[in-house]
């Protein structure tokens, strides 16, 4: 079946890296993707991983794929406040067609100074 | 370009009521997908359009519908609402069809925050 799991809560200190993890199931995933939303706000794409790949980054973000593992995480640079949000992880499979995204609970990340 | 736009930003609803949400995706996009957000679930698929056709549908009952328009708008109905229906829709907007592989994404727009009393 498919499943995306994340940790429900980080805590970091404003200039420190954040990382934050998701393990998913369905071995068929295509691609991979973080989501953030701020309070009162929709999903804000952040960046994606395709399936062959096991790395990517872009500017203060850098995302690890384990395939094997099926380990997922994003790492954030420099943290800052305006990074306090609830970030989600997202897979697309095959099976329920391609632009169904499986979405993990969420992790609340809380940047204090 | 204008991102995905979901109006109304704010729904109060009662027991028994009918509601239609609309969407409008990005220029040019032409599958429009919706989610259901809530406290408890979390984020979970209703279904997805292109081309005025339903591609795939989630695991909801036949209260909620949708259509889409040829100019690439989606409109949701939940009919008979009940209070477990209070959630934020989001709508999310692709360039491609949902059986395509690609390396297009999803933009989610604002979403539409309904409360049933």
């Known amino acids: 079946g498919e499943d995306v799991e994340q940790s429900l809560f980080l805590s970091v200190r404003e200039g420190d890296s954040s990382v934050i993890n998701c393990t998913y199931t369905d071995s068929s995933s295509t691609y991979l993707y973080w989501y953030k939303q701020e309070p009162g706000a929709g999903l804000q794409l952040l960046t994606y991983i395709f399936s062959n790949m096991d790395m990517k980054q872009d500017q203060r973000l850098t995302v690890l794929l384990n395939k094997k593992d099926k380990h997922l995480s994003l790492r954030i640079a420099d943290t800052q406040t305006g990074d306090s949000a609830i970030y989600f992880c997202?897979?697309?499979?095959?099976?329920?067609?391609?632009?169904?995204?499986?979405f993990g609970a969420g992790t609340r990340l809380a940047v204090h100074p | 370009k204008a991102g995905v736009t979901q109006t109304p930003r704010y729904l109060i609803k009662t027991r028994g009521q009918q509601v239609t949400l609309s969407c409008s995706p990005i220029?040019?996009?032409?599958?429009v997908s919706w989610y259901q957000q809530t406290p408890g679930q979390g984020l979970q698929f209703l279904f997805e359009y292109f081309s005025e056709t339903q591609r795939n549908k989630g695991n909801f009952p036949g209260r909620f519908s949708g259509r889409q328009f040829s100019n690439s708008r989606s409109e949701m109905n939940v009919s008979t609402l009940e209070l477990g229906d209070s959630a934020l829709y989001l709508c999310?907007?692709?360039?491609?069809?949902?059986?395509?592989?690609?390396?297009?994404?999803?933009?989610f727009g604002p979403g539409t925050r309904l409360t049933v009393l």
């Open positions: 999310a907007s692709s360039a491609i069809s949902g059986t395509s592989l690609g390396a297009d994404t999803q933009y």
């Open positions: 997202a897979e697309r499979g095959r099976s329920g067609g391609y632009n169904k995204l499986i």
């Open positions: 220029s040019g996009h032409r599958s």
